[in-house]
């Protein structure tokens, strides 16, 4: 399978039956899918399950599924949608909401990927302190925003939110970023 193949003409060809088609589409979109998930639970095994169903329901269902321009959003939003279910079905009553299990709030692996940067120490840390004032929702937003590089009328679709408050949480986040790097930069 090329890698310059796109991800839409991909998704076609799975729609179709290729089964080495399908191969690519696990090795491309497995670990931004890991790496989004890991957002909502910190258990690695629910995790992989979830991913694996989402995969295998994909295959089945193959022939039913939509062509999509947005591969990355639509395995994002059925991600989200089966860690939701998941959620729900061990009781929990407003899963990812403000208080997400281990959620965005906690999210290592947002964190990590800012301080990839060229900071000094002393920046880091404090940049992960700035980012730990963010809510759950606009550390979501802000993740995938800057990192699965999502547009947001995309961003409003994996959320389930309207396009104009995927705008305010930005907005507030990018916002609330600036005035705290102002003072880091100080």
């Known amino acids: 399978m090329k890698e310059t193949i796109s991800d839409p003409d991909l998704w076609n060809q799975v729609r179709m039956g290729d089964e080495v088609a399908f191969e690519e589409l696990i ?29 295998v329901e994909l295959w089945a269902y193959r022939r039913n599924i939509a062509q999509t321009e947005y591969v990355r959003v639509y395995l994002f939003k059925s991600l989200r ?27 290592e692996s947002f964190e990590d990927e800012l301080i990839r ?21 606009q550390q979501e937003a802000v993740h995938l925003k800057f990192f699965a590089a999502l547009p947001n009328d995309k961003i409003a679709e994996v ?17 609330k970023l600036r005035e705290g790097w102002h003072g880091l930069l100080l």
């Open 27 to 55: 090795r491309r979109f497995y670990r931004p899918l890991h790496h989004y998930g890991f957002k909502f639970t910190r258990d690695a095994d629910l995790l992989k399950d979830c991913i694996q169903d989402l995969f």
């Open 81 to 107: 949608r089966k860690l939701y279910k998941d959620a729900l079905r061990r009781g929990q009553t407003e899963p990812f909401e403000d208080g997400m299990a281990d959620g965005f709030l906690h999210a």
């Open 117 to 137: 940067t060229e900071l000094s120490a002393y920046q880091r840390s404090r940049l992960e302190t700035l980012l730990k004032t963010l809510t759950d929702r």
């Open 159 to 175: 959320m389930g939110l309207s396009y104009q408050s995927v705008g305010n949480l930005l907005h507030r986040a990018v916002n």
